[in-house]
Every structure is written in structure tokens, then in C-alpha cells.
Nanobody, 126 residues
Framework: QLTLVESGGGLVQPGGSLTLSCAAS????????LAWFRQAPGKEREGVIC????????NYEDSVKGRFTISRDDNKRTLYLRMNNLKPEDTATYFC???????????????????WGQGTPVTVSS
């Protein structure tokens, strides 16, 4: 399994943009599907968006459609989440996670993701 480290979180005004990064060192990085999850205070962790080894993407959260874009740079072994037009309800700790296989699951079940980063907090507020 991969060792993942997120970065790029912070305080952003509503309507602003932010890019999160998730870095891994293992050479097997390019084989796995990777996903972003988020967890707001007092809420359950939810899958947001996933990208497979062929760069096909799957969106799990209707509220971020058209605003969030996932991408991967396999040469740099880095996963990205570009977040545009941020809203206060996007406030959460964001986690990157490695799926067990190379495809994005239809349902983002936490137990199917064996490796997780520690999370990076995103706060959207004036």
C-alpha cells in the first residue's frame, strides 16, 4: 500500500479557489485508483471524487460537480484536487486515499481504501 501525504489546505474566502496535493513515494503509484474524501466536524467521512489508473474520473458528491477537478501526475507521483467557487459547506478536512485496485468503485466504501493520508483542513469563510 501507498504512503500518502496531503498538503495545500487553508483558509479561503467564498468563491475562491484552492488546490490540494497528495504525494506518494512508491513506484506502484500509477497502478492504483486514488480518491479524495472529506469530513466536516460532526459529519461522516464522504467520498468526493476518484481517478483511476487511466485517468478516468468518478464524482461521488453532486454538490461539487462542475467545481472540483481531480487529476494525477504519475511522473511526480502526486494527486491533485482543484477546487473552484468554494462555498462554506465545503469546509472540511480533506483526505486522499488509495483504492485497493486500479478502478474507481461505484460506491466509495472506506474499507475498500487501505491507505490514507492524515488529512489537510480547508476552511471557507469570510
Amino acid at each position: 500500500q501507498l504512503t500518502l501525504v496531503e498538503s495545500g489546505g487553508g483558509l479561503v474566502q467564498p468563491g475562491g479557489s484552492l488546490t490540494l496535493s497528495c504525494a506518494a513515494s512508491e513506484w506502484t503509484f500509477d497502478w492504483y485508483a486514488l480518491a479524495w474524501f472529506r469530513q466536516a466536524p460532526g459529519k461522516e467521512r464522504e467520498g468526493v471524487i476518484c481517478i483511476d489508473n487511466l485517468r478516468r474520473t468518478t464524482n461521488y458528491e453532486d454538490s461539487v460537480k462542475g467545481r472540483f477537478t481531480i487529476s494525477r501526475d504519475d511522473n511526480k507521483r502526486t494527486l491533485y484536487l482543484r477546487m473552484n467557487n468554494l462555498k462554506p459547506e465545503d469546509t472540511a478536512t480533506y483526505f486522499c486515499a488509495q483504492h485497493r485496485y486500479n478502478d474507481c468503485p461505484r460506491v466509495p466504501t472506506r474499507s475498500d481504501f487501505p491507505s490514507w493520508g492524515q488529512g489537510t483542513p480547508v476552511t471557507v469563510s469570510s
